[in-house]
Nanobody, 115 residues
Framework: QVQLVESGGGLVQAGGSLRLFCAASGNIFNINTMAWYRQAPGNQRELVARIRSDGSTNYVDSVKGRFTISRDNAKNTVFLQMNSLKPEDTAVYYC?????????WGQGTQVTVSS
């Protein structure tokens, strides 16, 4: 079993910044691909940013240049630095971990950006 615990969400004004944290624990036996997804009400969950075991990253086009995903392998922690936030970034953000083709999810943390 793998557990993902997220924090860092909140309410910010447009143009502000937030930093999300996700700590993974449990039966983690590898350096895994981790990612942040988000889901707004009525929408499908979408991939926001992904970081692989070698540190390479991918971002959805809408956040490129504004969001940065990073990780601390020793602590099995992944971060999402979100700058220049826009109201359309409002969503529940979920941490994701992939291990031997199994997928694990955090509980989600709410990010609300006011205009």
């Amino acid at each position: 079993q793998v557990q993902l615990v997220e924090s860092g969400g909140g309410l910010v004004q447009a143009g502000g910044s937030l930093r999300l944290f996700c700590a993974a624990s449990g039966n983690i036996f590898n350096i895994n691909t981790m990612a942040w997804y988000r889901q707004a009400p009525g929408n499908q969950r979408e991939l926001v940013a992904r970081i692989r075991s070698d540190g390479s990253t991918n971002y959805v086009d809408s956040v490129k240049g504004r969001f940065t995903i990073s990780r601390d392998n020793a602590k099995n922690t992944v971060f999402l630095q979100m700058n220049s936030l826009k109201p359309e970034d409002t969503a529940v953000y979920y941490c994701n971990l992939q291990q031997v083709n199994r997928i694990y999810w955090g509980q989600g943390t709410q990010v609300t950006v006011s205009s």
